[in-house]
């Protein structure tokens, strides 16, 4: 299984009344998003799915990839790392989940798949890091492929 997380890009300051799950990207987060969506297709990743926060900015972020997205309510902001260890199916699912959610639920995560524990490790705006969860001499091994950047 590959499990990608993938931060939403920069978006624009809440300004009243709008709600922060209604905040739209910036056309900067726009073009990272873009860029980070770019670099994903070039990878060819076999069976995708893509899952993502409800949140306005998380699907701008994820529609950028083209493909179909279903929006999954425990990757909101607040997630934590069960939340989106759930939504993924970690390790079990076939193919590729790329999760699209929020600080600092994701880095979390990140922080719990590479180094066994939670910590407050930050995935910066429109990153990406890829995992591979994979099986050798009967042993569990979860992989980091590659953390992309725009």
């Not at 490790?121 to 569990?140: L, M, P, Y």
């Amino acid at each position: 299984m590959d499990l990608i997380l993938w931060r939403h890009g920069e978006a624009k300051d809440a300004a009243a009344p709008l709600a922060d799950t209604d905040r739209e990207l910036s056309s900067r987060g726009l073009e990272h998003a873009g860029l980070a969506a770019e670099w994903l297709r070039r990878q060819r990743l076999p069976k995708v799915m893509v899952l993502s926060s409800p949140t306005k900015r998380t699907l701008q972020t994820a529609r950028t990839l083209g493909l179909p997205v279903k929006v999954k309510t425990q990757l909101g902001v607040g997630a934590s790392t069960a939340d989106l260890l759930g939504a993924a199916d970690w390790p079990d699912h076939p193919g590729a989940i790329i999760l699209v959610s929020h600080q600092p639920a994701l880095g979390r995560l990140a922080a719990l798949l590479l180094a066994g524990s939670e910590a407050e490790w930050t995935i910066k705006k429109a990153g990406i890091w890829w995992f591979s969860n994979r099986v050798r001499r009967d042993e569990t091994q979860t992989v980091l492929r590659a953390v992309y950047s725009p």
